[in-house]
């Protein structure tokens, strides 16, 4: 897939230095050939987010999903390593996996159950060669079993590289490592069903994105977040190329009047009131906290449609799961929910907006905008090669 010259110039603009961008074209908010190629050179060619390794706890789990509607299998093998297939049967191209389920022993194809073991490797093609006869020349197990996809973690999240040519995911990950080594090694303890909630947005995937990275809309949108991490108590995280964000100075939320989550261990004294949120591009937003952490996967559905899928980690088992904390895991859980909700307004107005035929991308404040102009020059930068 090209771009045409015309988009090749307003791209152009937007990896401009901030006070004379431009921002990215309404082509790709409003298109579905913009997704497309958004798919093949930002999603597929990059490293993104498909899951997280505690939606396959046990040996044997296997959990079936989408990457811009390429099927997926995340699982976790007997040897319990976490592995990603792509979720097809190379017999026929049938998909192998449904529903999340536990398989014991093979992955079998459904419909001419042909078998296949949790390292990927072919085991067992029932009457290939004729009623009775299971094996055949024609297909030899060592080059079909199911394809395998890159795959890494980072701090549960699984990350996939669907065309295999991306740098590897220690020289992905380790910008990361560096950000946040104060939590890097630091045990995470998911907070269960009530720390998990799903939000349907009716806006492209990246004004989600573009409007998390930035403090600028807090006194207006989240008016109860400003009382107390007020827009002068923020300050910018960039690294550009790479990922940029958001902090504040202030972090201080009253959940309860008796009782706070235990910190995670061995924190320096910037964390005590610090908290930070960033974006890993293209399609993860992070929140870490002394004594909580929170991952957001965005899933694009099409072009004007996007999941969020938001979970919360803890410091501790006990605070992630014991009835002592059930409470304020979910006025934390509401809390944040709240605070996403009223973004949702400005992003799907923004989506709206995105139509209009004038509208040239819009311009950049130089000192509040700049997390969200090098994520726009990330893209354009993908987008024009």
């Given at each position: 897939?090209?771009?045409?010259?015309?988009?090749?110039?307003?791209?152009?603009?937007?990896?401009r230095?901030?006070?004379?961008?431009?921002?990215?074209?309404?082509?790709?908010?409003?298109?579905?050939?913009?997704?497309a190629?958004?798919?093949?050179?930002?999603?597929?060619?990059?490293?993104?987010?498909?899951g997280?390794?505690?939606?396959?706890?046990?040996?044997?789990?296997?959990?079936?999903?989408?990457?811009?509607?390429?099927?997926?299998?995340?699982?976790?093998?007997?040897?319990?390593?976490?592995?990603?297939?792509?979720?097809?049967?190379r017999?026929?191209?049938?998909?192998?996996?449904?529903?999340?389920?536990?398989?014991?022993?093979?992955?079998?194809?459904?419909?001419?159950s042909?078998?296949?073991?949790?390292?990927?490797?072919?085991?067992?093609?029932?009457?290939?060669?004729?009623?009775?006869?299971?094996?055949?020349?024609?297909?030899?197990?060592?080059?079909?079993?199911?394809?395998?996809?890159?795959?890494?973690?980072?701090?549960?999240?699984?990350?996939?590289?669907?065309?295999?040519?991306?740098?590897d995911?220690?020289?992905?990950?380790?910008?990361?490592?560096?950000?946040?080594?104060?939590?890097?090694?630091?045990?995470?303890?998911?907070?269960?069903?009530?720390?998990?909630?799903?939000?349907?947005?009716?806006?492209?995937?990246?004004?989600?994105?573009?409007?998390?990275?930035?403090?600028?809309?807090?006194?207006?949108?989240?008016?109860?977040?400003?009382?107390?991490?007020?827009?002068?108590?923020?300050?910018?995280?960039?690294?550009?190329?790479q990922?940029?964000?958001?902090?504040?100075?202030?972090?201080?939320?009253?959940?309860?009047?008796?009782?706070?989550?235990?910190?995670?261990?061995?924190?320096?004294k910037?964390?005590?009131?610090?908290?930070?949120?960033?974006?890993?591009?293209?399609?993860?937003?992070?929140?870490?906290?002394?004594?909580?952490?929170?991952?957001?996967?965005l899933e694009?559905?099409?072009?004007?449609?996007?999941?969020?899928?938001?979970?919360?980690?803890?410091a501790?088992?006990?605070?992630?799961?014991?009835?002592?904390?059930?409470?304020?895991?979910?006025?934390?859980a509401?809390?944040?929910?709240?605070?996403?909700?009223?973004?949702?307004?400005?992003?799907?107005?923004?989506?709206?907006?995105?139509?209009?035929?004038?509208f040239?991308?819009?311009?950049?404040?130089?000192?509040?905008?700049?997390?969200?102009?090098?994520?726009?020059?990330?893209?354009?930068?993908?987008?024009?090669?």
């Amino acid at each position: 897939m090209t771009v045409t010259d015309a988009l090749q110039q307003q791209l152009q603009t937007v990896m401009r230095p901030v006070a004379q961008a431009n921002g990215l074209p309404n082509h790709f908010y409003i298109t579905p050939e913009g997704l497309a190629l958004e798919r093949d050179r930002l999603f597929f060619a990059g490293w993104a987010c498909i899951g997280l390794t505690k939606d396959v706890p046990q040996k044997g789990d296997v959990l079936p999903c989408e990457l811009l509607g390429a099927p997926l299998l995340l699982v976790r093998d007997h040897d319990n390593t976490i592995r990603v297939y792509q979720n097809v049967c190379r017999h026929r191209g049938m998909i192998l996996v449904s529903q999340p389920t536990n398989f014991g022993g093979v992955i079998r194809c459904p419909y001419h159950s042909w078998c296949y073991s949790l390292d990927g490797k072919l085991r067992a093609t029932p009457h290939v060669g004729g009623p009775g006869i299971n094996k055949h020349a024609s297909v030899a197990p060592e080059t079909t079993g199911l394809i395998d996809v890159r795959c890494g973690v980072f701090m549960d999240m699984v990350f996939v590289n669907l065309d295999g040519k991306a740098a590897d995911f220690v020289t992905f990950s380790k910008p990361y490592q560096k950000l946040w080594a104060d939590f890097y090694d630091q045990p995470l303890f998911h907070g269960g069903a009530d720390s998990s909630f799903t939000l349907p947005v009716n806006c492209n995937w990246k004004l989600a994105v573009e409007n998390y990275l930035e403090s600028y809309h807090l006194p207006w949108v989240h008016p109860g977040l400003n009382a107390y991490s007020r827009l002068e108590d923020h300050y910018h995280i960039e690294s550009p190329d790479q990922y940029s964000g958001q902090g504040t100075l202030v972090y201080n939320p009253k959940l309860s009047e008796t009782q706070s989550f235990p910190n995670f261990a061995d924190l320096p004294k910037k964390w005590d009131k610090s908290a930070e949120y960033i974006g890993m591009f293209p399609n993860v937003l992070l929140g870490v906290h002394r004594d909580h952490f929170y991952a957001i996967r965005l899933e694009p559905l099409d072009h004007g449609t996007t999941l969020e899928h938001v979970d919360l980690y803890y410091a501790s088992e006990e605070a992630a799961s014991s009835d002592g904390y059930k409470n304020l895991r979910q006025s934390n859980a509401a809390l944040w929910k709240s605070i996403f909700l009223e973004d949702i307004g400005v992003v799907e107005g923004m989506q709206k907006g995105r139509r209009a035929p004038g509208f040239d991308g819009g311009r950049f404040s130089a000192v509040m905008d700049s997390p969200t102009h090098l994520f726009h020059a990330w893209v354009a930068k993908r987008l024009a090669k």
